[in-house]
C-alpha cells in the first residue's frame, strides 16, 4: 500500500530522529470522516493566487516560470475541484519566513506563496519564479536541492498530502536525504519535467509534474 | 502514487490557520487542544495539526510551547475526529483519532506515551 513513501525513520535526516514513532501504525479501515473530506468553494481561492508573480507591487527577481499538471488518484481519476497549497524560497533560496536566517536577500515582490483549485479535469497552474537552492544544517556542507512545497487536499481525508516537487537536471538531487528517504524507484515521481510545449514564447519557461493521490475506496466512479 | 515529503520549517506564513471548526456561539462549542511533543518530550514548535468532522475541518500550527488548538463541537454519528499530523522531521503525515469527548489531546511522537497512529 505505502511502498512509495518514506520511511518514518531517517536518521540521515536527523530531525526524524526524535520524532519517528517507534510503535508500528494500527491498520484500520477508514470510517466515514476519513472517506470524507472539506470541500472548497470557488470563493477559498482569490484570481490572483495562483500567480506568485504578482499583487506585491512589482516584478520579482528570477526566472519566471509555468508550473502545471494533472491531479489524478491511483486508478486514474482526475481530482476535480481540490485546493492545492504551495510555498517556496525567492530566486535566491530564501524563504519569506521570519526564521529563515540564510544570509540571502529577501525580494519584497515575492514571498513565495500561492494557491488554486484543480478544475473539473483535475487539472492545476501556477506562475512563480524559479526557487533556490540553499544551505540547512542537516550535515556538513548540505544544501536541498530547489523544490516548491505541494500540499494537496484532493477530496478525502484519506488523500490528504505534503510533498515536494523538484527540478529536472538538478546536481543536488543526489545528495539530498530527504527526498532520498523515498524508495529508488518513486524518486523521479517527485521531479517535474521541462514542457517545451507548455513554454510561452519570450515569458515563460514551463514544467509539467502531474501528482497521484491514493483512491478512496467506495467514492463514485468519475 | 506520488511520494510525500516533509513539510519542512518554513510554513507558518503561507498555510493560513482555521481554527474555528464551527463558529463562536456555535451550541456545544468548545476549544479542544493539546501539545506535540517529541520522543526527548520537548515541545513540537513547528508542527500542523488538521481536523476534520463532518462539522467541518480545522487547522492550527503549534506555538513555541508545541500547543495547538481548534475551536469546535463534538462530532455527531461518530466517535472520533480525525487529525492529521504534520511537522519538520516528519517524513509523512501521521493520522490519529481523538476521541469523541476529549477535550485536551496531546499528541506525542514518540516514547513511552506514544500516541496512538493509524493507518488506512
Redesign the interface.
Given at each position: 500500500m505505502m511502498t512509495n513513501e518514506p520511511p518514518l525513520y531517517w536518521p540521515d535526516y536527523k530531525s526524524t530522529m526524535l520524532r519517528a514513532p517507534q510503535l508500528p501504525p494500527k491498520q484500520v479501515d477508514p470510517e466515514l470522516a476519513e472517506l470524507t473530506g472539506p470541500v472548497f468553494g470557488e470563493s477559498a481561492v482569490g484570481p490572483l493566487d495562483h500567480d506568485l508573480t504578482r499583487g506585491l507591487g512589482g516584478e520579482p527577481i528570477g526566472e519566471r516560470i509555468i508550473v502545471h499538471g494533472k491531479v489524478t488518484d491511483a486508478d486514474g481519476r482526475p481530482i476535480p475541484h481540490s485546493l492545492i497549497e504551495v510555498w517556496q524560497t525567492n530566486s535566491a533560496g530564501r524563504y519569506s519566513h521570519d526564521r529563515d536566517q540564510h544570509p540571502a536577500p529577501l525580494d519584497p515582490h515575492f514571498n513565495g506563496v500561492g494557491r488554486c483549485l484543480t478544475d473539473a479535469e483535475g487539472n492545476y497552474r501556477f506562475v512563480t519564479i524559479r526557487p533556490g537552492a540553499y544551505p540547512w544544517r542537516n550535515h556538513h556542507n548540505a544544501w536541498r536541492p530547489a523544490h516548491i512545497h505541494f500540499s494537496l487536499f484532493g477530496r478525502s481525508f484519506l488523500q490528504r498530502m505534503i510533498t515536494q516537487m523538484y527540478f529536472p537536471g538538478d546536481p543536488l538531487l543526489a545528495h539530498d536525504p530527504i527526498l532520498d528517504s523515498v524508495p529508488e524507484p518513486a524518486r523521479d515521481l517527485l521531479v517535474a519535467q521541462f514542457d517545451l510545449g507548455q513554454t510561452v514564447p519570450e515569458w515563460a519557461l514551463a514544467f509539467r509534474w502531474d501528482i497521484v493521490l491514493r483512491s478512496t475506496p467506495m467514492e463514485d466512479p468519475q | 502514487?506520488?511520494?510525500?515529503?516533509?513539510?519542512?520549517?518554513?510554513?507558518?506564513?503561507?498555510?493560513v490557520p482555521n481554527l474555528h471548526v464551527v463558529p463562536e456561539g456555535t451550541p456545544g462549542a468548545f476549544w479542544l487542544g493539546g501539545r506535540v511533543l517529541?520522543?526527548?518530550g520537548?515541545p513540537?514548535p513547528d508542527a500542523m495539526i488538521?481536523t476534520?468532522?463532518?462539522e467541518?475541518?480545522g487547522r492550527s500550527l503549534t506555538d513555541a510551547d508545541g500547543r495547538w488548538g481548534v475551536h469546535t463541537v463534538a462530532?455527531e454519528?461518530?466517535?472520533?475526529?480525525?487529525v492529521?499530523v504534520?511537522?519538520?522531521?516528519?517524513?509523512?503525515?501521521?493520522?490519529t483519532r481523538i476521541p469523541m469527548h476529549a477535550v485536551e489531546f496531546d499528541i506525542v511522537?514518540?516514547?513511552d506515551n506514544?500516541?496512538?497512529?493509524?493507518?488506512?
Open positions: - | 502514487m506520488t511520494p510525500s515529503q516533509t513539510i519542512g520549517p518554513f510554513f507558518s506564513h503561507a498555510l517529541d520522543g526527548a520537548d513540537v488538521e476534520w468532522q463532518r467541518g475541518w462530532p454519528g461518530a466517535e472520533f475526529i480525525a492529521s504534520f511537522a519538520r522531521g516528519l517524513l509523512r503525515r501521521l493520522c511522537l514518540q516514547g506514544e500516541t496512538a497512529f493509524y493507518e488506512f
